[in-house]
Structure formats: structure tokens, C-alpha cells
């Protein structure tokens, strides 16, 4: 009996952490399938909604393109954003122009 009893502690210890995290759920596929039904992307909201929200408010912190076109020599320096430890860089400019020619390539400004 005295061996049996640490055992029994362990087990009634882990059924119980079992019941308060249970280690997997199940659901059933018609639940999931209606939720992820109801979750479709829907690209022109969040087009909408990353253009009106994110992409215009963060302009103001964009650098003028003339500024970084004026200055090749710093532009990695002073208005590129890397990311992690490469060597590429990212600018994020604002201004206008016009377009001039445009293939499957590039775009002409």
C-alpha cells in the first residue's frame, strides 16, 4: 500500500493538470469548416483598410524622392530600412511623378 500510494498522488496530480490544460481538443469538422468559412479573405477590405489606416498616416515619415534621387551616395545610410542582417535595403519615399512606360519588367517614371 505504501508503494501504491506515491502513484496514485502522481496520477490524480496529472489527471487533474489534464482537465485544467487538457493537452487536445476535438471539434467537429462541420464547426470548423463554418469558421473557416466565415473567414475568407477578403482582398479589396484589407486593401481598403491597409491603404486608408496604415499606408497614408506613414507618409509623413517617408523621405521626399527628390531628397533620396539628389543624394545616391548616402541613400543606404540616411533613408534605406534593412531588415535583419543583409545587405538589402528597403526605401520608403513619397512624391509624384508621371508614368512614361511600363512593361511586364518596370515601370518608366
Sequence with gaps: ?????????????????????PPFRVHSLKAVREAQASQQFNA?????????????????QAAEV????????????????????SRSYFLFVRGSARVVSANDDSIGL
Design 1 to 21: 500500500m505504501k508503494r501504491l500510494l506515491p502513484w496514485l498522488i502522481v496520477l490524480v496530480l496529472v489527471a487533474g493538470l489534464c482537465c485544467l490544460f
Design 44 to 60: 479589396v477590405d484589407f486593401v481598403g483598410h491597409f491603404w486608408g489606416e496604415n499606408l497614408l498616416p506613414a507618409t509623413d
Design 66 to 85: 527628390t531628397e533620396v534621387v539628389n543624394n545616391p551616395a548616402k541613400v543606404r545610410e540616411k533613408f534605406g530600412r534593412m531588415v535583419g542582417i
